[in-house]
């Protein structure tokens, strides 16, 4: 396991060669040529409607349907569903890339009337078909997986140079979303909280980030007594990672805050084994969504300065564990009661919060997997969005919009307040017996104060069932590119 390399996608992606050309050529073995559900069927594939339909292909989103030929490349017609759009573009080169699972090298034919602009379509294209391709192969003694090497996108009658430029821009976010996928695949015996630590000093020097990190002693001396609480239990060193991402005259300053339980069993307050506790290793995809997406921040160009804080321990039983009752004194001063230790991510955020805050950004955005109530809320698809400053929302929901990782904004209903009042303490960890993600949404705003402040609870996202589009089965990455395309069109809110 000593060879173990934590994110294999990083290079992976970095060595994918793409190129752009105005009729098919080059090295691909298979051509994918999109077909929408209605309307004319390329002339390309050399099939009437009714033929493709008699061998069960109607163009619906995420059907394909290979065409052997006895020589040259492999056609697949992909289906596009009604229109061709951003989002429909992206699912639908992701399921190519799929379906054309053995070729390394593979070619996708857009249509000469692209009804959406050329950068565009060149940066979903390498998205959909990087992400549409991801494994997480690293822990098998051999990989099953065709690594996907060359990508051709035929544009004919497009601006050529305009399409590269938005295929470089979509390899820099698939990267960024393919290394969060391999950060929150990785067990949490593989990537506890030092060796997070360990791995952004790593893409800090190679990515023009300053990393700074802050081990056990160094939170004691900060007074980060919530973080501290939760470590409490752990047999490793709990880790507070800053990154910071300073361009020469930033125009604004944009903090990114993420829980990073490396692993959520519940701590005293211990999860019972029902099967979605196996995934608690992913309770670090906030963190690890900020670490990507910082990760790109220059190659994209970004012109505003981003602070990242990962905070990072697993939550864990133990003789030394926290207590129901205990009361930790936060980074701010503020004491909580802790009634339950299974209500972790809160008590870690509040003291990277409260950091954040200390350097006056104008804006923090924290991101966590932080409760079951907003999965069973809003289920897989949507992101709860919770904020104190309709404008910094309006920004992350124009983010979400761009990176299709959908957000829902949902109330932060001041009338909840009192149900997180403590007997002893300023505060306690729970709330009542329903709007659980309301309340730790409240609980988190306490530590934001004044400052414009945004939440996005991640627990239903963090991880997709059943394969679709370019979401393969497992750890989906979410907010890795919300968060890229944040910092990319950020503005003082
Ligand atoms: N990490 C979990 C939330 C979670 C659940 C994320 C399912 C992804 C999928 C969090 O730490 C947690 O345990 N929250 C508790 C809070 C409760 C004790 C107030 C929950 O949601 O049950
Ligand atoms: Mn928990
Ligand atoms: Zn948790």
């Given at each position: 396991m000593s060879t173990f390399d934590p994110i294999p996608s990083d290079a992976r992606v970095r060595a994918l060669t793409i190129e752009v050309v105005g009729e098919p050529g080059g090295p691909a073995t298979v051509l994918g040529v999109l077909v929408t559900s209605e309307g004319e069927v390329p002339a390309e594939l050399g099939l009437s409607r009714e033929a493709l339909e008699r061998a069960g292909f109607s163009g619906k989103a995420d059907q394909t349907l290979v065409l052997p030929r006895p020589e040259g490349t492999t056609l697949v017609a992909v289906g596009l569903g009604e229109r061709l759009d951003a989002d429909s573009l992206r699912e639908a080169a992701g399921a190519f890339a799929r379906a054309a699972g053995k070729d390394a090298a593979i070619a996708l034919a857009l249509p000469e009337d692209l009804p959406i602009d050329a950068a565009t379509a060149g940066q979903v294209v390498v998205e959909g078909a990087v992400l549409g391709r991801y494994h997480y192969e690293v822990l098998r003694s051999s990989s099953r997986a065709t690594v996907l090497e060359h990508v051709t996108i035929v544009a004919p009658g497009q601006d050529l140079e305009a399409v590269r430029r938005g295929a470089e821009r979509g390899r820099s976010l698939a990267r960024a979303t393919s290394v969060a996928r391999d950060l929150s695949n990785a067990p949490g015996s593989l990537l506890d909280a030092p060796a997070i630590a360990d791995l952004a000093v790593r893409i800090g020097a190679e990515c023009g980030?300053?990393?700074?990190?802050f081990d056990k002693a160094a939170l004691e001396e900060m007074g980060c007594g919530a973080l501290l609480g939760v470590n409490r239990g752990s047999a490793d060193e709990p880790r507070l990672v800053k990154?910071?991402?300073?361009?020469?005259?930033?125009?604004?300053?944009l903090a990114l805050v993420?829980?990073?339980?490396?692993?959520?069993?519940?701590?005293?307050?211990?999860?019972?084994?029902?099967?979605?506790?196996?995934?608690?290793?992913?309770?670090?995809?906030?963190?690890?969504?900020?670490l990507a997406a910082m990760s790109v921040l220059g190659e994209l160009g970004v012109e505003?300065?981003?602070?990242?804080?990962?905070a990072c321990t697993d939550n864990m039983p133990d003789a030394r564990a926290q207590k129901l009752g205990d009361v930790a004194v936060s980074r701010s001063g503020r004491t909580i009661e802790v009634l339950n230790t299974d209500a972790e991510g809160r008590l870690v955020m509040v003291d990277a919060i409260a950091l954040a805050?200390?350097?006056?950004?104008?804006?923090?955005?924290?991101i966590a997997t932080l409760t079951g109530a907003c999965l069973m809320a809003l289920g897989p698809l949507s992101?709860?969005?919770?904020?104190?400053h309709e404008g910094l929302a309006e920004q992350v929901k124009a983010a979400a919009g761009a990176s299709a990782e959908s957000v829902w904004h949902m109330p932060l209903d001041r009338r909840y307040r009192k149900?997180?009042?403590?007997?002893?303490?300023?505060v306690k960890n729970i709330g009542f017996d329903s709007a659980g993600a309301i309340t730790a949404a409240l609980f988190l705003a306490e530590w934001a104060g004044?400052?414009?402040?945004?939440?996005?609870?991640?627990?239903?996202?963090?991880?997709?069932?059943?394969?679709?589009?370019?979401?393969p089965k497992g750890a989906s990455g979410f907010g890795a590119r919300l968060l890229a395309e944040l910092a990319a069109g950020f503005r003082k809110p």
């Open positions: 980030l300053e990393v700074e990190v990154i910071s991402y300073r361009p020469e005259g930033a125009r604004a300053h993420g829980k990073g339980i490396t692993y959520d069993s519940g701590g005293l307050s211990l999860k019972p084994s029902n099967p979605s506790h196996q995934q608690m290793k992913m309770d670090m995809t906030g963190a690890g969504s900020i505003v300065a981003v602070t990242g804080y990962l805050v200390e350097e006056e950004p104008d804006a923090v955005v924290d992101a709860g969005l919770w904020a104190n149900y997180l009042d403590s007997e002893i303490a300023d004044q400052t414009p402040w945004a939440h996005l609870d991640i627990a239903g996202p963090m991880r997709w069932e059943s394969t679709e589009g370019y979401r």
